[in-house]
């Protein structure tokens, strides 16, 4: 590590570990209640834990994010960040912002959207939050002596995350048109910008571990932007069916979803391009294993089982059932949540000079939870397909085929129980990795 202050990124990365162990926490709340166990109803609905559970998801992730670029930044920039005590305040606004939203989940104070449940006057404190973070990473790159094609990327991806946050702060009474823009928050950022965000940290990983130039490294993040906007904008129509937009959208939106699983495709294979190629190996090879890890199920989780109901014909069955929990939880844990806990395997060392990624429960730790969230994903996906068979192809009832699940959920405990053994192994280790020291600086 070459600059001090890039030791902040050590309470963001802490503060999403945090907030993976409480997201998990509320899963489980919500798995017991599927198998019928559910005596914490008075305290937490399940609408609260619902919303907990994917608030507190986005917030990880972004922490996450925010903690790689305050990292990444100053590395690629070759200076300090522009002011730490900004950052401080940054970070406990995010944090406090985070904690307030939870709680007024729990005392019914949220707006029912799914994934942008927070209330309204809470969405004007994120957005303030978002543009310090923002203005401190953008004064530092651009008054820096460098602006390389990966801290560009980087920082565009966050500059427009921010932007999308806020076609979902506008008001509509209709149900079609909120759900509409909807999208362009949901959507946009986990097939559009986070993936520019996703672009930009993978390239430095690579970089930085496989040892191959930069030159070729970037010239591939070209092709991910490219892929990228080429099929996700338009992609956005794969939640346009049926819902009472126009039929035009059954077309676009098949057809260029159908090509989204191409970008992931190309991360990818160029991880492994880049793996097989690099002569130089860094000695943190459990960091190039979560970056391969994340290249991989990224593809499997977004790409393949994204596609696998993608297409109108799938979806007009499909649609809001745990077919689609089966996807959304391969598809941010392959995609973002291997991306940051990758993010954090290489940098911890780096940043307190402590090299505790040779001990083998950080090795079980990527292992357990792997195996866990492959085996949640399966439990999900029979599920899934069991609700849409016995609802919607026999109509049966609701609450009858709720019934016949159950029996799911009890594999989806099993497998989520070895994938918390997992991020428990990895938050001991991370723990015990200590704060940021400043003799670590001497080790760059
Ligand atoms: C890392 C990238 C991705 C993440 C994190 C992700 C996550 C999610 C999540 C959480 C949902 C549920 C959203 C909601 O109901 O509010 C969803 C829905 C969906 N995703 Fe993805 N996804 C990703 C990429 C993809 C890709 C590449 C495709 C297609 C090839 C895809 C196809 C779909 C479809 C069709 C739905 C709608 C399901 C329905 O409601 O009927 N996703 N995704
Ligand atoms: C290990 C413990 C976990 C358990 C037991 C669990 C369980 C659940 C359950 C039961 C639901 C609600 C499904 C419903 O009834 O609508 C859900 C939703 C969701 N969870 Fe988890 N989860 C866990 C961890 C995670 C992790 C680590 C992630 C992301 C990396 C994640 C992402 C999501 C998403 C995106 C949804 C919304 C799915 C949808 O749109 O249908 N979960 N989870
Ligand atoms: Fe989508």
Same mark, same amino acid.
């Given at each position: 590590?070459?600059?001090?202050?890039?030791?902040?990124?050590?309470?963001?990365?802490?503060?999403?570990?945090?907030?993976?162990?409480?997201?998990?926490?509320?899963?489980?709340?919500?798995?017991?209640?599927?198998?019928?166990?559910?005596?914490?109803?008075?305290?937490?609905?399940?609408?609260?834990?619902?919303?907990?559970?994917?608030?507190?998801?986005?917030?990880?992730?972004?922490?996450?994010?925010?903690?790689?670029?305050?990292?990444?930044?100053?590395?690629?920039?070759?200076?300090?960040?522009?002011?730490?005590?900004?950052?401080?305040?940054?970070?406990?606004?995010?944090?406090?912002?985070?904690?307030?939203?939870?709680?007024?989940?729990?005392?019914?104070?949220?707006?029912?959207?799914?994934?942008?449940?927070?209330?309204?006057?809470?969405?004007?404190?994120?957005?303030?939050?978002?543009?310090?973070?923002?203005?401190?990473?953008?004064?530092?790159?651009?008054? /820096?002596? #460098? @602006?390389?094609?990966?801290? !560009?990327? *980087?920082?565009?991806? =966050?500059?427009? %995350?921010? +932007?999308?946050?806020?076609?979902?702060?506008?008001?509509?009474?209709?149900?079609?048109?909120?759900?509409?823009?909807?999208?362009?928050?949901?959507?946009?950022?986990?097939?559009?910008?986070?993936?520019?965000?996703?672009?930009?940290?993978?390239?430095?990983?690579?970089?930085?571990?496989?040892?191959?130039?930069?030159?070729?490294?970037?010239?591939?993040?070209?092709?991910?932007?490219?892929?990228?906007?080429?099929?996700?904008?338009?992609?956005?129509?794969?939640?346009?069916?049926?819902?009472?937009?126009?039929?035009?959208?059954?077309?676009?939106?098949?057809?260029?979803?159908?090509?989204?699983?191409?970008?992931?495709?190309?991360?990818?294979?160029?991880?492994?391009?880049?793996?097989?190629? /690099?002569? #130089? @190996?860094?000695?943190?090879? !459990?960091? *190039?294993?979560?970056? =391969?890890?994340? %290249?991989? +199920?990224?593809?499997?989780?977004?790409?393949?089982?994204?596609?696998?109901?993608?297409?109108?014909?799938?979806?007009?069955?499909?649609?809001?059932?745990?077919?689609?929990?089966?996807?959304?939880?391969?598809?941010?844990?392959?995609?973002?949540?291997?991306?940051?806990?990758?993010?954090?395997?290489?940098?911890?060392?780096?940043?307190?000079?402590?090299?505790?990624?040779?001990?083998?429960?950080?090795?079980?730790?990527?292992?357990?939870?792997?195996?866990?969230?492959?085996?949640?994903?399966?439990?999900?996906?029979?599920?899934?397909?069991?609700?849409?068979?016995?609802?919607?192809?026999?109509?049966?009832?609701?609450?009858?085929?709720?019934?016949?699940?159950?029996?799911?959920?009890?594999?989806?405990?099993?497998?989520?129980?070895?994938?918390?053994?997992?991020?428990?192994?990895?938050?001991?280790?991370?723990?015990?990795?200590?704060?940021?020291?400043?003799?670590?600086?001497?080790?760059?």
């Amino acid at each position: 590590m070459k600059y001090k202050s890039q030791q902040v990124a050590y309470w963001f990365f802490a503060l999403s570990v945090i907030l993976l162990v409480l997201q998990i926490a509320y899963g489980f709340v919500m798995a017991f209640a599927h198998l019928g166990y559910d005596g914490l109803h008075e305290i937490i609905p399940f609408n609260a834990a619902s919303a907990t559970h994917k608030n507190l998801l986005v917030v990880w992730i972004l922490s996450g994010f925010m903690g790689a670029a305050y990292y990444i930044i100053p590395d690629e920039a070759e200076r300090e960040l522009i002011s730490i005590p900004l950052v401080k305040l940054q970070f406990w606004s995010l944090a406090i912002v985070g904690v307030v939203a939870v709680i007024g989940f729990h005392l019914g104070w949220w707006e029912g959207r799914k994934f942008l449940e927070i209330p309204r006057p809470l969405d004007y404190l994120v957005v303030i939050n978002v543009l310090l973070f923002l203005y401190i990473i953008l004064m530092t790159l651009f008054t /820096g002596k #460098k @602006r390389t094609t990966t801290s !560009l990327v *980087l920082s565009m991806g =966050l500059f427009f %995350a921010a +932007l999308l946050y806020l076609p979902g702060m506008i008001w509509f009474d209709n149900q079609t048109m909120d759900s509409f823009f909807r999208w362009w928050v949901v959507h946009l950022w986990v097939e559009g910008v986070w993936e520019l965000i996703m672009g930009g940290i993978l390239a430095y990983l690579l970089i930085k571990l496989t040892g191959v130039d930069r030159e070729l490294i970037e010239k591939w993040l070209y092709v991910i932007v490219g892929l990228t906007f080429l099929s996700g904008v338009l992609g956005t129509g794969h939640h346009y069916y049926y819902i009472g937009t126009p039929k035009y959208w059954l077309m676009i939106g098949g057809i260029f979803s159908a090509m989204e699983p191409l970008a992931f495709l190309g991360m990818a294979l160029f991880a492994i391009a880049m793996y097989r190629k /690099g002569e #130089k @190996r860094h000695p943190n090879k !459990l960091a *190039l294993t979560w970056t =391969l890890g994340t %290249a991989i +199920l990224s593809f499997v989780g977004a790409g393949l089982l994204g596609v696998a109901h993608t297409l109108p014909a799938v979806n007009l069955w499909t649609h809001g059932t745990f077919v689609t929990a089966m996807h959304g939880h391969l598809a941010f844990w392959g995609a973002y949540g291997m991306l940051v806990l990758g993010m954090i395997t290489y940098a911890m060392p780096l940043i307190t000079g402590r090299k505790m990624y040779t001990k083998p429960g950080a090795n079980y730790a990527f292992w357990l939870s792997n195996i866990g969230m492959i085996g949640m994903t399966t439990a999900f996906a029979v599920a899934g397909v069991t609700q849409v068979y016995l609802e919607r192809k026999v109509g049966m009832d609701f609450v009858d085929v709720q019934l016949a699940m159950e029996v799911h959920f009890l594999i989806l405990i099993g497998a989520a129980s070895i994938f918390t053994l997992g991020i428990v192994l990895y938050i001991i280790n991370f723990f015990k990795y200590g704060s940021p020291s400043n003799e670590a600086l001497v080790t760059a």
